[in-house]
């Protein structure tokens, strides 16, 4: 998008740099090109803007009285940028806005970084501007050659010589001498019989729409003498070029002869190389073809061996598993761990039983001596009865 903006200031930026004389001082001096009149307003090619920017900058910054070397095409742009920035701050220029900016070499910002800087250098030429000069427009300068001839009209009359001039002016410019002999003693032989203060009324009535001005640059004649001295130089040039330019003719004719008698000898003898070319450009795509081919296989049985690889690898890792499962002797030992331990408890329930055993026969010993002790103490309460 281009700013309105930004075209303006340029427009004021070209009248300034050449106030400061930059077509000869910059552009001539330094082998640079003329600058548009939007060159900076517009977007374009970002190195070159940058670089004919960071040029001209530096031309600016010199007439300020700083010494800033031109940068290289190859340079940093963010360097460049950089110093810069650190020469317009130290003139006391605002640089609120991003660096960045600068690197695409056009933009507002660029804009106002030049008009700035052309106005410090104008500052530093101490130019001043003059004043003004109007100069007269043509239309005061016809009415003074119109007042001019009203009044040599009025002065000397209307003679045969200005009639001819009116009669040149109203259109009769092709007209040959000899015609205009003739006209002239025809009028010798005329007599009027108007009045002369009526014929000079009527004239000048009529006369400012016959009157037709005739200057130096818009002169027939003059363009005519012009033309014809244009035709001799170019006869007389035309008559020494056209020496050279049949010589030249020759020369290149020889030169296209030789050039083309070279090309046939040049083409038959190459004859057998190009064919062997030709044969060894087949041999090869041949070769290249067989080539493809070849790698379609190899990549095929590649993929094949990758996939070979990889089952091999699972079996090799189940064989291992069963191997460490078969050679490992944990769970024997458990085995014969929970063995030793049944057995220890099965001692201990043995144990327990005979005990239990003992306590149930003395309990049933006990049981059967206190039956035994109650049967004989009835006996003998029995007795006791009896006796008494």
Known sequence: VVST???????????????????????????QRPISRTYFAVPGSAGE?????????????????????????????????????????????????????????????????????????????????????????????????????????????IDEDFEEEIMLDVGEVNTSSQDIIEVQKQEELLESSTDALEWKMEVERVMPSLKVHLRGDKDWRTHLDNM??????????????????????????????KISSREKYINSQMEAPLAEYRRLKDRLAEIQEKYRTAGSTVTEQSRNLAQITEELESIKMQMDEKGTTMTDSGPLVKIKQALTKVKNELVQMELRIGVLQHVVLTAKVNDKTSMQRDMHSDDHFSDLKTSF
């Open 49 to 157: 803007h940058f670089f004919v920017f960071s040029n001209l900058l530096s031309w600016l910054l010199g007439m300020c009285g700083r010494r800033f070397e031109a940068p290289l095409e190859d340079d940093d742009p963010n360097a460049v940028i950089t110093n810069i920035t650190s020469e317009i701050r130290s003139l006391g220029l605002n640089t609120d806005f991003p660096p960045s900016r600068l690197k695409a070499g056009y933009g507002d910002e660029v804009c106002y970084i030049l008009n700035q800087m052309t106005n410090k250098a104008l500052e530093a030429t101490s130019f001043s501007w003059a004043r003004p000069e109007y100069v007269e427009e043509d239309a005061q300068e016809e009415s003074i050659e119109d007042d001019q001839m009203d009044e040599q009209i009025e002065d000397e009359g």
């Open 228 to 257: 014809l001295e244009y035709r001799k130089s170019m006869s007389t040039a035309l008559s020494s070029s056209k020496v050279q330019l049949d010589q030249m003719h020759q020369e290149i004719t020889r030169t296209l002869e």
């Open 5 to 31: 903006q930004s075209t303006g200031i340029m427009e004021d930026i070209i009248e300034k740099l050449k106030l400061l004389n930059y077509e000869e001082e910059f552009v001539s001096r330094r082998g």
